[in-house]
């Protein structure tokens, strides 16, 4: 996104114009040789420049609650440039929620779309997000699309994995002003983003209960299939018996676990199994642990009473299934 800049008595001047977390502008002015204590001044006009009345000084200076309908003008007093900001249209607000396109299904390629705002800059952008939560209400989730992962799907869509089948899709859009800067990362998977809370420059909707696969995966982008790179218990040691003619024994599948960066831990077991979490955060420690009587794919996730009280930062998470450790990584825990 290109800065609102001007040039004046040789100076190129520009204003960054950005929102706050709580919807209202805030900008920077600069010059382009900038130095050390640049004094400017401001001016709230008309779209077109007149009817200006002082605003403020300072280099960085918010909208504060302006209504819509202005623009900004500084000016510099050494070097005598001056520059204007976007048309600022009042705090942002959401007017319609973020909805999805393509089946809430696993396999499927999904794709967000972004919501409708009233307020902010003109030249405003948004940035959406896919997460699985663990409940209709949105708790406990994992995301499924980050800006910063390189191999992600076109218009931020995702291709939903099968090991989120039955939980619920979250979307969310994030409206940034029009000159915002991101540093440049590139993270190696989407699902250990964090996930944006709901806010006055974020909203939120959720799209449904995700449906089980109806076929192939629809899309190759995205990262790879989660059970094709999951961490497999290891064959429990043969047992010794009499020598007889060979018998092809039966292949017994093994489970699989899959540990998220937020603490949710999904293991798929083929058949019957008993599995045990325990976290560790210095000397305190939570635990659960459950018997699955049948074949399926299971989720667990520490309850937000056991993390709050496991206290914030990240933890010690250490999986065992049917007695064997399948898992021990660092986790950063999410209510």
Not at 4 to 16: K, L, P, R, S
Not at 27 to 41: D, F, I, Q
Request: aromatic share 6%; charged share 15%.
């Amino acid at each position: 996104m290109a800065m609102t800049e001007v040039a004046i008595a040789g100076e190129a001047a520009f204003i960054q114009a950005t929102l706050g977390p709580d919807g209202s502008g805030s900008m920077l002015a600069n010059v382009a040789n900038g130095h050390a204590g640049e004094a400017w001044s401001w001016n709230v006009c008309a779209p077109d420049g007149s009817e200006c009345i002082p605003f403020g000084s300072g280099q960085e200076i918010a909208t504060g609650a302006t209504q819509g309908g202005h623009v900004f003008v500084a000016t510099e007093a050494a070097s005598g440039a001056s520059v204007t900001s976007p048309v600022w249209n009042g705090p942002t607000v959401a007017a319609t929620p973020p909805s999805t396109s393509g089946a809430v299904r696993a396999n499927a390629l999904v794709t967000p779309v972004s919501g409708t705002w009233s307020g902010g800059w003109i030249g405003d952008f948004d940035v959406t997000q896919l997460a699985a939560c663990e409940s209709p209400a949105g708790t406990g989730c994992t995301s499924l699309t980050d800006p910063d992962y390189p191999q992600g799907c076109p218009g931020g869509a995702a291709v939903i994995d099968p090991v989120f089948t039955g939980m619920y899709l979250r979307v969310a859009d994030h409206i940034y002003g029009p000159n915002t800067m991101f540093s440049a990362e590139a993270d190696s998977t989407p699902y250990e983003a964090a996930v944006w809370p709901a806010g006055p420059t974020v909203s939120v909707a959720m799209a449904g209960q995700i449906l089980a696969a109806a076929g192939a995966r629809e899309s190759a982008c995205g990262p790879p299939p989660i059970e094709a790179r999951q961490q497999q218990a290891p064959e429990p040691p043969p047992t010794a018996r009499t020598p007889t003619a060979p018998v092809a024994a039966p292949k017994r599948r093994r489970p699989s676990v899959t540990v998220m960066d937020t603490g949710l831990v999904i293991v798929n077991c083929p058949s019957a199994c008993r599995i045990a979490m325990t976290v560790r955060r210095g000397t305190k420690t939570r635990s659960i642990s459950a018997t699955r009587k049948k074949p399926g794919i299971w989720r667990f996730r520490l309850s937000a009473g056991s993390i709050a009280r496991l206290g914030p930062g990240r933890a010690q998470l250490i999986l065992r299934v049917n007695g064997l450790l399948v898992a021990r990584r660092s986790v950063r825990l999410a209510s």
